[in-house]
């Protein structure tokens, strides 16, 4: 365990997008604009919590415009973010972006588009193991192609309220459950979770680390759903641009090898190939 703590709510500027590995119909956008290209490749910001026919949604929220954009509802996501060295002051790296936001539950944004989130409701967080892999997390040294396994070191996880949990790439999944907040009677809520290196700056594996989460609502009545948090860390191995590339690539692989296929995809798949049978 470590001796970190969080120390204040600074919101540190780090590279994470989000990218749909599943998308639901066309979606449904906030009051600023995301061209078509923003949507595809994901964008900045903080992940938006909201509730949509009984399914956790997640879409981003924009506080540099004040208002919300919602991605298209997905079932699974891929969050990119990076490791900042000496984090808060520590000897260790760490990095608590994205924060995790809501629109509330009844005021409309300006278009008339609302996103609710129910109103004193609390927000879990609890890891899961990987699929294909069976880790609680796993990591790429980012040489040759996108490959992961056994961690360096334990990863961190830790909400505003200091519970926490250690990651250590073994089969096992820890039963702690994170709650970054409760909304308030409006439905309304923002904070941020610490993702951390268990060792130094210097004995912190350079590369990507893997690591899958359940987000939940305290209400049994709405379906939960799983991100995919994939972050770098570049040490003195590799800069900021060449971590980035990494990222990418190691996005592509977890989305190709890693993220499981929606079910509505297996679905029309089946179909299909009945179709075929049929045929033949």
Same mark, same amino acid.
């Given at each position: 365990m470590r001796s970190l703590s969080r120390t204040n709510q600074t919101h540190h500027v780090s590279f /994470?997008?989000?990218?749909?590995?599943?998308? *639901?119909?066309?979606?449904? &956008?906030? $009051?600023?604009?995301?061209?078509?290209?923003?949507?595809?490749?994901?964008?900045?910001?903080?992940?938006?919590?909201? *509730?949509?026919?009984?399914q956790l949604t997640v879409g981003r929220y924009?506080? @540099?415009?004040?208002?919300?954009?919602?991605?298209e509802p997905v079932t699974e996501e891929i969050v990119l973010g990076e490791f900042e060295p000496s984090w808060e002051g520590s000897p260790n790296p760490g990095v608590d972006e994205p924060g995790m936001v809501t629109d509330g539950s009844s005021p409309? @944004?300006?278009?008339? $588009?609302? /996103?609710p989130f129910p109103a004193n409701?609390?927000?879990?967080?609890?890891?899961? &193991?990987?699929?294909?892999?069976?880790t609680n997390a796993a990591y790429w040294d980012g040489t040759g192609s996108p490959m992961f396994g056994a961690l360096p070191q334990d990863l961190i996880?830790?909400?505003?309220?200091?519970?926490? /949990?250690? &990651?250590?790439?073994?089969?096992?999944?820890?039963?702690? $459950?994170?709650?970054?907040?409760?909304?308030?009677?409006?439905?309304e809520a923002h904070d941020h979770i610490e993702f951390l290196s268990s060792a130094? @700056?210097?004995a912190t594996g350079a590369g990507i680390y893997l690591l899958a989460?359940?987000?939940?609502?305290s209400d049994s009545a709405v379906a939960g759903t799983t991100l995919y948090h994939l972050i770098g860390y570049g040490g003195t191995t590799y800069d900021d641009m060449v971590l980035e590339e990494l990222l990418e690539e190691a996005e592509e692989?977890?989305?190709?090898?890693?993220?499981?296929?929606?079910?509505s995809a297996a679905a029309l798949a089946v179909l299909g190939a009945l179709g075929l049978t049929r045929r033949r």
């Open positions: /994470f997008r989000l990218l749909c590995a599943a998308c *639901v119909g066309t979606g449904a &956008l906030g $009051t600023a604009t995301q061209g078509t290209d923003a949507k595809a490749h994901g964008a900045e910001g903080d992940l938006m919590f909201y *509730v949509d026919n009984g924009d506080f @540099d415009g004040g208002t919300g954009v919602v991605v409309a @944004d300006p278009d008339g $588009t609302n /996103f409701t609390a927000l879990n967080i609890n890891a899961t &193991l990987l699929p294909v892999l069976g996880l830790e909400d505003p309220f200091l519970n926490e /949990f250690d &990651l250590d790439g073994s089969a096992t999944a820890p039963t702690t $459950t994170l709650t970054p907040w409760q909304s308030d009677a409006n439905g130094t @700056d210097a989460l359940d987000y939940s609502t692989y977890v989305e190709s090898n890693i993220v499981p296929e929606p079910a």
